[in-house]
């Protein structure tokens, strides 16, 4: 205590000493489980944030980083004045205006709003600046505990993840045949790194909003390092919870101003940054085993379903390339015992296919049901030998209804009723909504229908979805 209190009364000082007023009120900030503390410091109408460091490298990092990111205009806090120990400093107070709870709506509901998307976007916007303006003339010594990512850095945080989340699961693995996958995926994270600053810790909460515009902190750990990085920590943040669309719609944002600053070729640039949300994903979990696990603080275990559903998302295409990893994943992302850890409380919304005269399915919730729409004043593809043998999941019966495009005005119908229904049912916290598309033999356009409101739904709203073709004999998780 006596420590703190004497580190207090420093900052006081060095406030004083710099604005020539009396620290009249000190506020303590909310640190989001960093290490350092910071403060509100308020003297007459003056108005500045101290920071007390644990590591003198580490500060310097951040204000060494931060003078030269000012000096190419990137907007980040200004350094005022720091101790002669460089253990505390005086920075420009930015507000209280948090990206990360400015967008609390949309990560509490999985619904984000059109200006909360556009504040998502405007500051993935400004990415690609701080990537290559920021490393202009860096020198990258300064940076700390590392100056580039680098191998030991990647095999680091996969070992972080084996040892600190894989093997507490109690999952039983083979550990060479893991090893050998982890050091594949090694030397493809790390076979181009560019002359770019990797951020390292891109996130909401490290952003702050000051006139409309993003301000960025915390950047005390970014080093020489991939694009790619930076782009996967934000849009794939586990507990943010955005859906598909916004996903693709921050990327392309993202991508058109890259494209200021370098030649981009889109497929290339998805495919490598689908190596690095794999790469995040894993470096997260361990980042929550460890916490949870070890450290003994549930909260964290909390949100492990969170990371757990983006990389089933990401495992739909599987890591082919290291087959023996993508096996252990698949596993581990349908294990029961994380069901446990937090109660998913999101909408579900089971989509059924099915033929008419076979009967309505039943609604085994309970709920009484939902929409039932009638398919069978589209165009049929079964009435037409060639088409028999195929259902509504084969590219023949898909291009027959779609040549014929009656199913594209039925479907937005479908898509306007059904988008108001989850949006209400989610502000209600209602758990469950059954939607059932039926035709003459529940095999063509009904199936077409489940599954293209199944991957419309899932691309705009958090929730869990349920497809049911109920003639075919197939139920599937989206």
């Keep these: 205590m006596a420590k703190n209190g004497y580190g207090m009364e420093a900052l006081k000082k060095l406030f004083e000493e710099y604005t020539g007023r009396h620290a009249e009120s000190v506020e303590e900030l909310n640190s989001s489980g960093s290490n350092r503390r910071y403060f509100r410091i308020k ?9 007390i460091g644990t590591n003198r ?6 204000i060494d980083i931060g003078r030269h990111f ?26 209280n205006d948090q990206l990360y709870n400015l967008v609390s709506q949309g990560r509490e509901s999985g619904e984000y709003s059109s200006y909360e998307c556009r504040l998502l976007c405007h500051t993935m916007e400004m990415l690609p600046k701080i990537q290559f303006k920021g490393a202009e003339g860096l020198d990258w010594s300064i940076c ?21 989340f894989l093997k507490a699961t109690g999952m039983d693995f083979n550990e060479v045949k893991l090893q050998e996958d982890f050091e594949r995926l090694q030397e493809d994270l790390v076979k181009e790194t560019g002359n770019t600053f990797m951020y390292r810790d ?11 515009e993003p301000y960025f902190i915390d950047y005390q750990g970014g080093r020489k390092g991939p694009i790619y990085y930076d782009v996967a920590s934000f849009i794939w943040q586990a507990r943010a919870r955005y859906p598909e669309a916004l996903r693709k719609e921050m990327v392309q944002t993202y991508l058109s101003a890259l494209k200021g600053y370098t030649n981009v070729d889109e497929n290339y640039f998805l495919s490598r940054l689908r190596l690095f949300v794999l790469f995040r994903s ?25 990371a757990l559903s983006n990389l089933r998302r990401l495992l739909q295409t599987p890591f082919d390339e290291y087959p023996y990893l993508n096996e252990i994943l698949t596993k581990l992302t349908t294990m029961s015992q994380f069901n446990d850890i937090v109660e998913d409380k999101r909408l579900e919304v089971r989509i059924c296919s099915f033929a008419y005269k076979k009967g309505i399915p039943a609604d085994t919730t309970g709920n009484g049901g939902g929409y039932v729409f009638d398919c069978r004043a589209i165009n049929n593809p079964g009435k037409y030998e060639h088409y028999r043998q195929f259902t509504g999941l084969d590219k023949e019966v898909i291009k027959f ?10 479907l937005d119908s479908v898509y306007k009723l059904v988008d108001t229904h989850v949006k209400t049912y989610i502000e209600r916290k209602f758990t469950h909504l059954q939607v059932c598309f039926g035709c003459t033999g529940g095999q063509h356009r009904s199936v077409y229908c489940a599954e293209h409101l199944a991957q419309h739904l899932s691309e705009k709203f958090d929730i869990k979805i349920t497809i049911m073709h109920r003639e075919l004999d197939i139920e599937k998780i989206l």
């Design 43 to 51: 003297g007459g109408n003056t108005s500045l944030v101290g920071v």
């Design 70 to 95: 000012i000096e190419k205009g990137i907007r980040v806090p200004r350094v005022m004045a720091v101790s002669d120990d460089g253990m505390r400093y005086i920075q420009e107070d930015l507000g």
């Design 401 to 410: 209804l779609e040549d014929d495009g009656g199913i594209a005005k039925f």
């Design 282 to 306: 894993l470096q997260v979990l361990g980042a929550y085993g460890f916490r949870g696990y070890f450290e003994k603080k549930p909260h964290f275990l909390a949100s492990v379903p969170f």
């Design 144 to 164: 700390y505990p590392e100056p580039e990512f680098n191998k030991q850095m990647v095999m680091f945080d996969l070992n972080y993840f084996k040892y600190c």
């Design 202 to 212: 891109f996130q909401a909460r490290n952003v702050m909003m000051k006139d409309g």
């Design 57 to 62: 490298d580490e500060n310097f990092a951040f």
